[in-house]
Nanobody, 125 residues
Framework: QMQLVESGGGLVQPGGSLRLSCAASGFTLEYYAIGWFRQAPGKEREGVSCISPSGGSTNFVDSVEGRFTISRDNAKNTVYLQMNSLKPEDSGVYYC??????????????????WGQGTQVTVSS
């Protein structure tokens, strides 16, 4: 059974950093693209970043470009989201997900089939 577990969230001051992890089990991660999404209260789920199966291709929503990086360690079945220079507007629940087209990145939540339970990120002074 395909399972994703996010971790690494927490409370951080503006300008701080966090590294989120997405641990996969029940399938071989190296064949799959992985997307990161976030959802703030009262807002729709937003695509943040996505990484191709090999890690050779990544993309980011404009609001995090230059501050966030995405990487993967297929040997550890884990994808990471490094978040630097965090802003209050980065707050929300962060989810990782597997796309329906297993090796294709997308910024749209409807294109993803399997989701983790999410990890809370709060950026506040």
């Amino acid at each position: 059974q395909m399972q994703l577990v996010e971790s690494g969230g927490g409370l951080v001051q503006p300008g701080g950093s966090l590294r989120l992890s997405c641990a996969a089990s029940g399938f071989t991660l190296e064949y799959y693209a992985i997307g990161w999404f976030r959802q703030a209260p009262g807002k729709e789920r937003e695509g943040v970043s996505c990484i191709s199966p090999s890690g050779g291709s990544t993309n980011f929503v404009d609001s995090v470009e230059g501050r966030f990086t995405i990487s993967r360690d297929n040997a550890k079945n884990t994808v990471y989201l490094q978040m630097n220079s965090l802003k209050p507007e980065d707050s929300g629940v962060y989810y990782c997900a597997v796309p329906k087209e297993y090796n294709s990145c997308s910024g749209y939540a409807d294109d993803f089939a399997s989701w983790g339970q999410g990890t809370q990120v709060t950026v506040s002074s």
